[in-house]
């Protein structure tokens, strides 16, 4: 059995949740959301502990966790950076912001900073097109994203 558990407040959630749906199995995003929010990834322990409170394997919750890239299946930096790679964002510079932020941070994409401080992704549209390029810090958008505008935002987490 894996180390994880839900903490008391995710637990009496899921208990709450477990009163609206009629299929364990509908529960899966949520309790990959909550899962994530405490220990902010999905761990293969997670995957196993959700297997077991949602009565399916542990390769189904992976199979959802890894279909959608919001799930984290390593750890990640303290800042996610996340770049947009649909067209709208391309056709507005955002190949040449992945470059820059690859140069600057010293990691590739889907890697992470030595120092565990950024971790930097390429993600499909994050829904911002009339505002391109969009880049997520997080849960914070940068629209209209430049480099200039990034270099202030990275210099300022760096402190």
């Not at 899966?28 to 077991?52: D, F, K």
């Not at 969009?134 to 270099?151: F, S």
Request: glycine share 6%; charged share 20%; aromatic share 10%.
């Amino acid at each position: 059995m894996s180390g994880f558990t839900f903490s008391k407040e995710n637990e009496k959630y899921f208990e709450n949740l477990l009163k609206r749906y009629p299929e364990k199995s509908s529960l899966t995003l949520p309790c990959l959301w909550m899962a994530q929010y405490q220990e902010g990834w999905i761990s293969p322990e997670v995957m196993e502990y959700l297997a077991n409170k949602l009565e399916t394997s542990p390769m189904e919750i992976y199979s959802v966790a890894s279909f959608y890239t919001m799930f984290n299946l390593k750890p990640i930096g303290t800042y996610h950076i996340q770049i947009c790679k649909t067209l709208s964002c391309a056709l507005r510079g955002s190949e040449q912001i992945k470059r820059h932020l690859v140069q600057k941070l010293g990691i590739n994409v889907g890697q992470s900073t030595k120092d565990m401080r950024f971790t930097l992704s390429e993600v499909e549209c994050l829904g911002s097109c009339g505002t391109a390029p969009c880049v997520c810090i997080n849960e914070d958008y940068v629209q209209n994203a430049t480099t200039q505008k990034l270099d202030e935002l990275l210099d300022g987490l760096s402190k």
